[in-house]
C-alpha cells in the first residue's frame, strides 16, 4: 500500500456522498472510491446483525481494492458494525456519530436544548444512548427519527420543495423551536436538506454535522501514520452503487456536485 492508495468510503445509499464532498474540500490530493449500498437502504430500519453483513461485504470489497482506509459515512453502520470492522481489518475504519458533543460545547457552560435527528436504528442503539448518557444531565437533548429523509434522497426527490418541507414539519411542528438551540444532523444523507432545514428553524437555532470533524479525524489519522497522499497527487472520486439502474448513477453525480 502507498500513501497514493484510496479511501473506501461507503453508505447505506447516497448521504455518504456528502462526506466524499468534504474530504474532496478539505482532502483534494486524496483519491477516494465510494460504495453506495441503494439496493439495501435504508439501514435505518433494518436489524444490526443484517446490517453488519452489509458492511463485511462491502469493507471485503475495498480491502481487495488495496484501500488504505475505510470511511463509514453512515451513522446507523457505525452503530450497529463500526467495532466488528475493526476487529476485522488491519486499516483503520473510521466511524461517525451525532455531533452532539459540538452542540453541546457552543453553550460555553450554559444549558443547552438539542434536536438530534437520525435514523431510528441509530436512535435506539447503545452507542447513542451511551453518547446521549455524556450530556444529558446538564443538557435538554430531543431525540428525532426522520426515516421518510432518507427515501426522499434515495427516490430523487431532494428538490420537491413542499414534498421536503411538508416532511419536515411533520417531524419537527411538534417542537418550540424558538427555544431548541441546535439540530445536530444525525444522518449523512441529512447533510443535503441543510438549506430547508435553514428555511425551517429560526435564525438563531444551529444546524450541525458530523462531515469536517470526521474528515479532521481521518487526516489526523493518516498523518499518523504517514499515509497522507502526496501533495503532488491528483485526487480522484469513482463512483459505484448495488443498485445499478442508471439513474442511481446520475442521482450520485448530481449529489457529489459533478
Known amino acids: 500500500m502507498t500513501s497514493n492508495a484510496p479511501i473506501g468510503v461507503f453508505d447505506s445509499g447516497l448521504g455518504g456522498l456528502s462526506v466524499v464532498r468534504q474530504i474532496r474540500r478539505d482532502l483534494p490530493n486524496e483519491s477516494v472510491l465510494y460504495f453506495g449500498d441503494s439496493a439495501h437502504a435504508p439501514y435505518?430500519?433494518?436489524?444490526?446483525?443484517?446490517?453488519?453483513?452489509?458492511?463485511?461485504?462491502?469493507?471485503?470489497?475495498?480491502?481487495?481494492?488495496?484501500?488504505?482506509?475505510?470511511?463509514?459515512?453512515?451513522?446507523?453502520?457505525?452503530?450497529?458494525?463500526?467495532?466488528?470492522?475493526?476487529?476485522?481489518?488491519?486499516?483503520?475504519?473510521?466511524?461517525?456519530?451525532?455531533?452532539?458533543?459540538?452542540?453541546?460545547?457552543?453553550?460555553?457552560?450554559?444549558?443547552?436544548?438539542?434536536?438530534?435527528?437520525?435514523?431510528?436504528?441509530?436512535?435506539?442503539?447503545?452507542?447513542?444512548?451511551?453518547?446521549?448518557?455524556?450530556?444529558?444531565?446538564?443538557?435538554?437533548?430531543?431525540?428525532?427519527?426522520?426515516?421518510?429523509?432518507?427515501?426522499?434522497?434515495?427516490?430523487?426527490?431532494?428538490?420537491?420543495?413542499?414534498?421536503?418541507?411538508?416532511?419536515?414539519?411533520?417531524?419537527?411542528?411538534?417542537?418550540?423551536?424558538?427555544?431548541?438551540?441546535?439540530?445536530?444532523?444525525?444522518?449523512t444523507h441529512f447533510v443535503f436538506y441543510r438549506d430547508y432545514f435553514r428555511e425551517l428553524l429560526p435564525e438563531g437555532t444551529a444546524i450541525i454535522d458530523g462531515n469536517a470533524g470526521t474528515v479532521n479525524h481521518l487526516e489526523v489519522i493518516l498523518e499518523s501514520l504517514g499515509a497522507l497522499a502526496d501533495e503532488r497527487h491528483a485526487g480522484t472520486v469513482e463512483l459505484s452503487n448495488s443498485d445499478h439502474d442508471p439513474r442511481i448513477m446520475a442521482l450520485s453525480h448530481t449529489l457529489l456536485g459533478e
Open 44 to 187: 435505518g430500519t433494518r436489524e444490526p446483525e443484517q446490517i453488519k453483513g452489509f458492511c463485511f461485504d462491502i469493507c471485503d470489497r475495498f480491502v481487495d481494492q488495496g484501500v488504505k482506509a475505510i470511511v463509514v459515512a453512515c451513522n446507523t453502520a457505525t452503530s450497529a458494525a463500526v467495532n466488528d470492522l475493526r476487529a476485522r481489518y488491519a486499516i483503520p475504519i473510521i466511524g461517525m456519530e451525532p455531533a452532539l458533543k459540538v452542540a453541546c460545547d457552543r453553550g460555553h457552560g450554559v444549558r443547552q436544548h438539542v434536536i438530534v435527528a437520525a435514523t431510528p436504528l441509530t436512535l435506539r442503539e447503545r452507542k447513542f444512548e451511551r453518547l446521549v448518557q455524556r450530556f444529558d444531565d446538564d443538557h435538554e437533548i430531543f431525540k428525532q427519527p426522520c426515516p421518510d429523509l432518507v427515501r426522499i434522497v434515495e427516490s430523487g426527490h431532494l428538490d420537491d420543495h413542499d414534498l421536503v418541507m411538508n416532511t419536515l414539519h411533520g417531524y419537527f411542528d411538534r417542537y418550540d423551536l424558538h427555544a431548541i438551540d441546535s439540530v445536530v444532523l444525525g444522518c
